[in-house]
């Protein structure tokens, strides 16, 4: 199985348990298309220091560091388009079980990190989310470099949550170089149609042992 696959698997079956059966698909869809990057770079940091870990010990993190982003982008996404204020009938519908999405994913996501090293990092991307978005409705607010800081601090989160899984915490070098690697990110998939380049792993590695 392949890290794309392991963590998309495991931040799918995080919500598997999710009632009712309507707002389970919304967040499966939404996660079925997913590029999971976020994800995967927990799982190849964790491998990248510790090459005989098994991917099963920190798919649960990578899971965790999904969700939140994708509950963070959607979150984003309303607040830009506000569809509940021209929605009727069904869009309407459709409009409210998002926003009821996206706090399920954040959520779910605070869950399952939240018993491990990366609990304090996971909260400070929802805080600085917060503080952005607010940010953003200065008439002088740059809101392309504002909406950025998701994907940046996101990154972060997941060197952090794959660092400590084997012990220890990220260098300041590494943590620029997981802002770097978000630097061209949106969701989607990168054009090689990989989630992360193949030096990635090799560049991780280097940076932990510069500082170690």
């Given amino acids: 199985m392949d890290d794309v696959v392991r963590a998309r698997d495991a931040a799918r079956e995080a919500l598997a348990d999710v009632e009712p059966t309507r707002l ?36 649960e993190r990578a899971a965790g560091v ?5 509950g963070l982008r959607l979150t984003r996404r309303l607040a830009h388009e506000e569809p509940w204020l021209t929605a009727e009938g069904s869009a309407d519908i459709d409009a409210d079980l ?25 909260v400070e991307v929802v805080r600085s989310f917060g503080r952005d978005q607010t940010l953003r409705r ?10 950025r800081n998701l994907e940046e601090d ?19 070098e590494l943590l620029a170089y997981a802002r770097e690697l978000a630097a061209d990110y949106d969701g989607g998939f990168p ?6 380049s193949d030096g990635t792993a090799d560049r991780i590695a280097t940076l932990s042992e510069e500082r170690a």
């Fill in 24 to 59: 389970r698909t919304v967040l499966d869809d939404r996660l079925v298309d997913a590029a999971v990057t976020p994800g995967v770079l927990a799982i190849v940091t964790a491998r990248a220091l510790a090459p005989e870990i098994a991917a099963d010990r920190v798919a």
């Fill in 66 to 70: 999904q969700l939140i982003y994708e």
């Fill in 98 to 122: 998002d926003v009821l999405a996206a706090d399920v994913l954040v959520s779910r996501g605070f869950s399952l990190l939240s018993r491990t090293e990366a609990a304090g990092a996971a």
């Fill in 138 to 147: 200065r008439r002088d607010a740059d809101v392309d470099a504002l909406d």
């Fill in 154 to 172: 996101v990154f972060e989160l997941a060197v952090v949550a794959g660092t400590t899984a084997v012990g220890g915490d990220p260098p300041t």
């Fill in 191 to 196: 054009p090689a149609g990989q989630a992360l």
